[in-house]
């Protein structure tokens, strides 16, 4: 129990370590992207993009850690928040008659909406298929992203006014280029030489240090009243005022355009996606990291609460932070605590900070932002550019990045969706729905056949094909799927399609298969579909769909069954009865000359064989022998029909074959029965492989080895005669055997 309390202690210790250093990471880059969201408005609006920021790590500190419950992670305001923000703001201005005092009121709508569509995510349990983004859709935008930061960050690193032109020299303040530069220098340095201290704090603390000894020669730097290097005074702090600011702007929520509100809600889909995998990409390092496995759809939901808490205060939205999240796991962070503490620093450093945050240089965080912007751009996606199989990939990151350079992120994720699109339906048409193509000749039903029976499956077996479909059946897939098909509908009797491991089938693949039935239907052959899995679960019911649609009403010549075993043995059915041969039905009680085995020994010697038999009947259900009893009997079926099944767990069993009238079965142990002791010793005695149970009512004769041996002894020839009959009819399923298994090594 002490040594428990100790650990806890410890745990608390490490993550009040980690939630501190995280902050301090954190609290700067918050308020630098609060200052992107507010830049198209002009730096008069720059303490209100700082205090966005602000509020938005605390709200999200605060909340998501304890609600999301991935451990160490760190939720703040993040790089794609700010991008997507400020190309909305943007936009907006674009628009006539917007009222300036309404932004920060769309801005916590669309955190809102987007809190929401998160949570839906997480309810729908959406969270594993945001991590299947094509990587360059992802790559571009998180590229064009960064991009769009460095530009609109370049004048501010310059220090030029608004409007006015980064090409002229004349309009740089050298006073903001030297600061700029001390913040992303520091940061270099810092990255590469050491690891202790955040680079962050470091470039953060670098700049700052930088800007107040430039004041020494440059005095105005010293006062803060019309200061422009500066982001100027953001209030207060919390306190009643802080409160009833926030009542007041929301009740302004029907004062909105429903214009302006039709692109908050496109603009917060957008965001909810980019969050979301920005979060997930995250969460999947950390378990890297510290080998964890993290809950996607549980952390979605804490995002989501995360970010509308950020709404409700007028904070900034956020995802799970690479940067933060590393600082806090290298810093000692062990729970989902550390995150909390984060926020709990957070409100802290707001409380007793504020009147000092006036003071932040603006080259300071344009500093860390190009620093920043410059990490996420992925520069490796050059290398696409080598290999020819490559190149697409490539042009679609270029693609996304150019259009969000050339128009705005909006449209940027517009192209990406498009594109993640096309990609899907690439790589599903490159890919056949077919895993197999086997012929009925180099795969049989478990329905054991007699010899005349096996010839005619060997000879004339090509007549039947089965396609073993996997996947979605969609309008990517079915036009290869049917010329696949199409050879087969001229020189094939039977098609047996089996869907076994398709997932879903679309109108147009239901239509193509359609056609094919058509085809066959005129030309008197027979499309069998097998197993369409109605009740399989985390599939589409096809079977139902068909039916829903009219598939099997028409005149078409379709047979259904529920697996392809079932499907093969009625192909093989046919074919056996098309070639002069009765399929396996008959009813009547089979004498000693009229099983196949002993077709070729004359019937004086059949008579004698009679006598060293047994006959036996079993009622439907009754088992006839068991898995590991003891046993040498060999059984040859008079009537009815025997199935071999594998017993497994929890009282179920697997069908291995079936044996029909006229046939034999239980020949291993009859034949692996020996009287030499040391091979009893080695091998012990012979013990049924399965289960054998009859079929309905079944009739047997039954010959023991201890009567073949005693029929060695008295009868020679007629042991003889008998072991070589046996002997070819093994050799006959062999060969079967080896048949199929040549099929599947070749597939």
């Not at 769309?106 to 949570?119: D, Q, R, S």
């Not at 969609?474 to 098909?485: A, H, P, V």
């Not at 379709?558 to 396996?584: R, T």
């Amino acid at each position: 129990m002490l040594m428990t309390e100790k650990k806890k202690t410890l745990h608390l210790t490490s993550d009040l370590v980690g939630g501190f250093a995280a902050m301090l990471v954190t609290f700067p880059s918050a308020i630098a992207y609060g200052l992107i969201v507010f830049s198209p408005l002009g730096p008069q609006y720059a303490s209100q993009g700082a205090l966005m920021g602000i509020l938005g790590t605390i709200a999200l500190g605060l909340v998501a850690p304890l609600l999301g419950g991935t451990p160490r992670l760190i939720t703040s305001p993040c790089a794609p928040a700010a991008a997507v923000l400020a190309a909305f703001i943007t936009e907006l201005l674009k628009l006539e008659s917007l009222q300036f005092s309404l932004i920060p009121l769309y801005i916590a709508i669309i955190t809102l909406i987007a809190g929401i569509m998160e949570l839906l995510l997480s309810i729908f349990k959406s969270g594993r298929f945001i991590k299947y983004i094509p990587y360059p859709v992802i790559s571009g935008y998180l590229s064009g992203v960064g991009l769009l930061i460095i530009f609109n960050q370049i004048p501010k690193f310059l220090g030029i006014p608004k409007g006015e032109s980064i090409f002229l020299a004349e309009n740089w303040d050298i006073k903001s280029i030297l600061i700029g530069l001390a913040t992303i220098l520091t940061m270099i340095g810092a990255t590469r030489y050491q690891k202790k201290i955040p680079a962050a704090i470091l470039s953060f603390s670098g700049g700052i240090a930088t800007y107040w000894v430039l004041s020494l020669f440059f005095p105005k730097l010293s006062t803060l009243e019309g200061n422009k290097m500066v982001i100027g005074s953001i209030g207060a702090g919390i306190d009643s005022s802080f409160f009833y600011g926030i009542v007041v702007r929301w009740t302004d929520i029907l004062s909105l355009d429903s214009d302006h509100l039709q692109m908050a809600i496109f603009t917060a889909a957008t965001l909810a996606i980019l969050l979301s995998i920005d979060t997930l990409k995250t969460c999947v390092i950390v378990d890297t990291l510290t080998k964890s496995r993290h809950d996607s759809n549980k952390e979605l939901r804490g995002q989501g609460l995360g970010n509308m808490a950020a709404a409700a205060i007028f904070g900034m939205p956020g995802a799970g932070t690479m940067g933060a999240t590393l600082i806090n796991i290298n810093s000692g962070g062990r729970t989902t605590l550390s995150g909390f503490f984060e926020g709990i620093f957070a409100l802290l450093a707001f409380m007793l900070l504020t009147p000092f945050m006036a003071w932040v240089p603006i080259p300071v965080l344009s500093g860390i932002l190009i620093t920043g912007a410059y990490r996420i751009v992925d520069k490796q996606s050059i290398k696409l550019l080598r290999q020819k199989s490559t190149i697409f990939d490539f042009m679609v990151i270029l693609s996304v990045v150019i259009t969000a350079l050339s128009f705005n992120l909006i449209a940027a994720s517009g192209v990406g969706i498009t594109f993640a699109i096309f990609l899907f339906l690439r790589d599903q048409v490159r890919s056949s729905v077919i895993t197999r193509i086997r012929f009925g000749n180099q795969i049989f039903s478990k329905k054991k056949r007699l010899k005349d029976q096996v010839k005619i499956l060997l000879d004339h077996g090509d007549q039947t094909v089965v396609y073993e479909l996997q996947g979605s059946l969609f309008f990517g897939t079915t036009d290869r799927l049917y010329s696949e098909i199409e050879p087969s509908i001229k020189k094939c009797r039977f098609i047996i399609l089996d869907m076994k491991r398709v997932i879903s089938i679309d109108y147009t693949a239901s239509h193509r298969l359609e056609q094919i039935a058509d085809e066959l239907s005129e030309l008197q052959k027979v499309l069998i579909l097998t197993s369409l899995h109605s009740h399989a679960s985390g599939r589409q019911n096809i079977k139902t769909y068909l039916e829903e649609i009219g598939f099997f009403t028409q005149n078409r010549n379709i047979m259904i069954f529920e697996e392809l075993d079932l499907g093969l043995e009625w192909a093989e059915d046919e074919l056996i009865q098309a070639y002069g041969l009765k399929a396996q039905h008959e009813e009547k009680l089979l004498s000693v000359h009229e099983i196949s085995l002993f077709s070729n020994i004359e019937k004086e010697l059949l008579k004698t064989f009679l006598s060293y038999l047994r006959e036996k009947d079993y009622r439907k259900g009754e088992t006839i022998f068991t898995r590991g009893q003891e046993g040498d009997e060999i059984f040859f079926i008079r009537k009815g029909k025997v199935r071999i099944l594998l017993p497994l767990d929890q009282g179920r069993s697997h069908l291995l074959s079936i044996f029909d009238q006229g046939n034999f079965f239980g020949d291993m142990c009859f034949i692996g029965e020996d009287d030499d002791e040391q091979f009893k010793m080695s091998f012990g005695r012979s013990q049924r492989s399965a289960n054998a149970v009859a079929d309905g009512e079944v009739s047997l004769y039954v010959l023991s080895r201890s009567d073949f041996d005693r029929m060695a002894r008295m009868d020679p020839i007629l042991a003889g005669r008998f072991y070589k009959a046996l002997a070819q009819a093994i050799a006959m399923r062999l060969r079967q055997t080896n048949t199929e298994l040549k099929a599947l090594q070749e597939a």
